[in-house]
């Protein structure tokens, strides 16, 4: 059993190019959600997702993307990456709105 | 606005000792709480949670918490520290059915 698995580990990007960060789960979770890692300012939510095909915004949601097409798979899309958005990405699953989350091992990605 | 906020950005204990780990919380809908431990290089695993059934909740590790509802607390603790207990630790509210939202974080140092 997996759990919720993050693609890549570590990434460097220059200023202006976009990627997608991958993140999957086996759990046959509804529930997934992107949260950044800052010093300081604990786990911040991006956007999150309550099923396939349904997504909305959390706290911090500008300069990223994502879609839900199949309830394993919830990437994170950032379109052109800017410095602020240095960070240590997790992503998160949850079976129902009452259970914990289980989370990813992280991204850790830097801005050039 | 509805906020976690965990008191101490650092706490240090010797070994052996008490840990007394702060969360205050405002939720305007009856809570769901939790506590997470994340070590370094690695996502979040669930210490306990409380989901409204009976306000003491024992945890992994020996760590247990109090939900006080008349304080908005949720103090997490353990009797006797340990120096594998060296981590930082999150308090998070589920704040709706789809969103949860977490504290700034604990590091919590262990000395000999």
């Known amino acids: 059993n997996a759990g919720v698995t993050q693609t890549p580990k570590f990434q460097v990007l220059k200023t202006g190019q976009s990627m997608t960060l991958q993140c999957a789960q086996d759990?046959?979770?509804?529930?997934m959600s992107w949260y950044r890692q800052d010093p300081g300012m604990g786990l911040r939510l991006i956007h999150y997702s309550v099923g396939a095909g349904i997504t909305d915004q959390g706290e911090v949601p500008n300069g990223y993307n994502v879609s839900r097409s199949t309830t394993e798979d919830f990437p994170l899309r950032l379109l052109s990456a800017a410095p602020s958005q240095t960070s240590v990405y997790f992503c998160a699953s949850r079976r129902d709105s009452n259970q914990p989350q289980h989370f990813g091992d992280g991204t850790r990605l830097s801005i050039l | 606005a509805q906020s976690v906020t965990q008191l101490g950005s650092h706490v240090s204990v010797s070994e052996g000792a008490l840990v007394l780990l702060r969360c205050n919380y405002s939720?305007?809908?009856?809570?769901?709480l939790f506590w997470y431990v994340q070590y370094p290089n690695q996502g979040l695993q669930l210490l306990l949670k409380?989901?409204?059934?009976?306000?003491l909740v024992k945890g992994i590790n020996g760590f247990e918490a109090e939900f006080k509802k008349s304080e908005t607390s949720f103090h997490l603790t353990k009797p006797s520290a340990h120096m594998s207990d060296a981590a930082e630790y999150f308090c998070a509210v589920r704040l709706s059915a789809s969103k949860i939202i977490f504290g700034s974080g604990t590091r919590l140092s262990i000395r000999p």
């Open positions: 409380y989901t409204s059934a009976a306000t």
């Open positions: 939720s305007s809908v009856p809570p769901y």
């Open positions: 759990m046959n979770h509804e529930y």
